[in-house]
């Protein structure tokens, strides 16, 4: 199985990495990434892209693909919603209408958040903009779309944040997360189980298109 992983630089998409590097049954790996990281692995190609709206200089890497785990997202803290649109709707739809084209039988995993409005029509801007995303990738002819919604999410091996307000956070309340991921698994998960999560999603299907974070830790068991 070959996957393409976007956002592999951040907390969820270094949790992703991971697992897709630890199942044996992931061959190949592209991730896409704005800088170098540094890093590498025999199954890792690492591709440096820039554009993050534009994909056709990099459309050769990006055949032959049986999954996509796209977990590129930032905060929408001080931003617009114009520009929260264009970062998260914008790059997720650039990314998921040149990988459909390119691989029609690709299972195309997003992680989204709890919270999420699918309705378009809430008061948070942040939700609304993250369910327009889900709806408009849903109706993409993917072979199959799951979208995942995490609520607090533990990092288990290392995964750091790439924002600072989630790293001190994280740090503070790390005892909070680790008792919350045993004994409340409706609101918590980990980076482990979501990783395994999307790439079981990719390989098998999931019970449902939408996941919260209990059916997160069910399918990444």
């Known amino acids: 199985m070959n996957v393409v992983i976007f956002g592999a630089t951040g ?13 044996p049954d992931v061959e190949r790996i592209v991730t896409v990434v704005r800088r170098p990281t540094g890093s590498s692995h025999a199954k890792v ?26 977990c590129l997202g930032r905060t929408s803290a001080g931003m617009t919603e114009q520009e929260y649109e264009r970062v998260t709707y914008g790059i997720a739809m650039a990314a998921a209408e040149t990988l459909v084209r390119l691989n029609p039988q690709m299972t195309f995993a997003f992680v989204s958040g ?29 072979k199959g779309v799951y979208m995942f919604r995490p609520g607090a999410v533990r990092a288990m091996h290392g995964e ?12 503070v309340l790390a005892p909070i997360w680790i008792i919350g991921d045993k ?12 990783g395994r999560a999307m790439l079981r999603a990719v390989k098998t299907g ?16």
């Open 11 to 23: 907390m969820i998409g270094q949790g992703a990495l991971r697992a897709a590097i630890d199942d």
């Open 206 to 221: 999931a019970p449902k298109q939408i996941l919260e974070s209990e059916d997160i830790n069910a399918l990444g068991a």
């Open 160 to 171: 750091v944040s790439r924002t600072p307000a989630y790293r001190v956070l994280y740090t």
């Open 114 to 142: 709890a919270g999420t409005d699918s309705t378009e029509q809430g008061k948070s801007m942040w939700a609304r903009i993250k369910g327009k995303t889900e709806n408009a990738l849903m109706r993409l002819p993917f």
């Open 183 to 194: 004994v409340s698994p409706k609101y918590f998960t980990s980076t482990e189980k979501l």
């Open 45 to 70: 190609r690492e591709i440096v892209h820039d554009d993050m709206w534009s994909f056709g200089a990099i459309e050769s890497e990006l055949r032959n693909l049986d999954g996509c785990l796209f």
